[in-house]
């Protein structure tokens, strides 16, 4: 078989997918003729072996278009061929550099996710407890102003209802033996929900003021708050979610952490703390309900009220405070006769419930 005699191959054009069946000559190049006609010419020091299937020698040109491909299937035609292709290989040993680039890239994607699942919620306990009151107050307000942007922002501050608001709040502060200084307020929101943000904000949304029948049903929701901001439960919440945000932001690019600040702020209210998180905040809040010679089980009673009427709508109460069978259950227990005078007085209650307060 002489070099300049033509060999039988198959060409694509890299411009469609149809192969095309064309001869080939090695002369000054590898020429690659269909009919009578030479279609292109590939420079033996151009042309690189590309993979294909077993028998099969398929070839492409670094100066030809990137998808453009020669394939030989007569052993023959193979070998005359790479004896002119000195270059064959040339390159070869990048694609065993790419299995390594690809292979230390999924370890490290894993070393990011177990991090986030382990490393980061391990940091978070550690951390929470040791963090300044005044850093809590910044990262506290960085993320008010996410909630006030969510909720519009308009506070219920009828003078009368704020008072009574208040009144409840310092009773609940006290009963509970708590030292951080707090700020509640009323949200005018639809939405049934309550949330705490580090550094002492607390939130009750009107929607579940107005679905409450008692103020002791108000009372043991705010009392689970303030047992979220008693164990930190916020700030080791916004410590975990906004560490694992920013590193899901590295895997997909957003590296300034921009979308990370706003999944921080709306993860506090929107979705739920730990199952031992919520216990320990039932657990404050029953105690604070005892040392005020009231019943817990109103908290109860309101999150099963919330429960079967928004179920599947919005963000309600039990969706960002899921209670399991087994807290229902501890609620009922703790049901007992009210030994204490009433948290507030009828007409504080009235003007602290009433659709009023948020007009």
Not at 103 to 126: E, K, M, N, T
Not at 174 to 180: D, I, L, S, V, Y
Not at 314 to 319: D, G, H, N
Request: with cysteine; hydrophobic share 45%.
């Amino acid at each position: 078989m002489t070099p300049d005699a033509a060999h039988s191959a198959v060409f694509l054009d890299g411009r469609s997918n149809r192969k095309r069946g064309v001869m080939l000559r090695l002369g000054g190049g590898l020429d690659i003729v269909e009919g009578d006609a030479v279609v292109e010419s590939w420079p033996y020091d151009a042309i690189r072996r590309a993979d294909g299937p077993p028998r099969m020698l398929r070839l492409s040109c670094v100066s030809a278009l990137p998808l453009a491909r020669l394939e030989i299937a007569d052993a023959a035609t193979q070998g005359m061929v790479a004896a002119y292709c000195k270059s064959l290989d040339t390159g070869r040993a990048a694609a065993g550099q790419t299995w390594r680039i690809v292979f230390w890239s999924l370890a490290a994607v894993c070393s990011i996710l177990l991090l986030a699942f382990y490393g980061i919620p391990f940091a978070a306990d550690r951390l929470a407890p040791v963090i300044p009151s005044a850093i809590e107050q910044r990262i506290g307000g960085a993320v008010d102003k996410q909630v006030h942007f969510l909720f519009g922002g308009k506070v219920c501050d009828r003078s009368d209802g704020q008072a009574a608001f208040t009144a409840l709040i310092d009773k609940l502060k006290r009963a509970g033996g708590m030292e951080t200084a707090l700020d509640a307020q009323v949200l005018s929101s639809k939405i049934p929900n309550a949330f705490a943000l580090p550094g002492g904000k607390i939130y009750l949304l009107d929607g579940l003021l107005q679905k409450a029948k008692s103020v002791d049903e108000v009372a043991g929701v705010l009392a689970h708050e303030l047992g979220h901001v008693q164990h930190h439960d916020n700030l080791r919440r916004i410590i975990q979610t906004g560490g694992t945000s920013f590193l899901v932001g590295l895997l997909f690019g957003d590296v300034t952490g921009g979308a990370a600040m706003v999944f921080v702020g709306r993860s506090l209210f929107d979705a739920s703390y730990s199952r031992d998180a919520e216990r320990d905040a039932d657990a404050f809040a029953i105690e604070v309900m005892r040392k005020l010679g009231r019943s817990p089980k109103p908290l109860g009673d309101l999150l099963v009220r919330v429960t079967g009427t928004e179920s599947g709508k919005s963000v309600t109460l039990l969706s960002s405070h899921p209670m399991s069978e087994e807290r229902l259950a501890t609620m009922s227990k703790e049901t007992s006769a009210n030994s204490g005078p009433e948290i507030l007085s009828a007409t504080e209650w009235k003007a602290n419930s009433t659709f009023t307060f948020c007009a």
